[in-house]
């Protein structure tokens, strides 16, 4: 576990919508006639990560002081860390 607390959180975000997937995959399995996804792995790569990134950003603004572009980064690279580990849970 980190010692960073803005990294435990995103973290901890990072595994709440790892959760998710399992749920998406059955919904797109079960309404496709509808959805239309032609790679349902790829679109809940991009839900998982649209997730992750924007609850992210979220806790940024929730500060007392406005993020600055090194903030950003962080979170940034603190989710990009976590890529393979998101992507070996769709995919594999």
């Keep these: 576990m980190s ?7 995103i973290v901890q975000t990072i595994n709440g919508a790892i959760a998710t997937i399992p ?3 059955e919904e797109i ?3 496709n006639d509808t959805l239309k996804v032609k790679n349902p792995q790829e679109f ?3 839900i998982v990560m649209g997730m ?3 609850m992210s950003g979220a806790i940024l603004s929730a500060q007392e002081k406005p993020p600055t572009p090194e903030d950003q980064i962080r979170v940034r690279d ?5 890529i393979p580990e998101i992507r070996e849970r769709i995919f594999n």
């Design 3 to 9: 010692e960073d607390p803005l990294e435990a959180i």
């Design 23 to 25: 749920g998406y995959l």
């Design 29 to 31: 399995k079960q309404s």
């Design 44 to 46: 809940v790569y991009g």
């Design 52 to 54: 992750a990134l924007g």
């Design 78 to 82: 603190i989710i990009y860390k976590h």
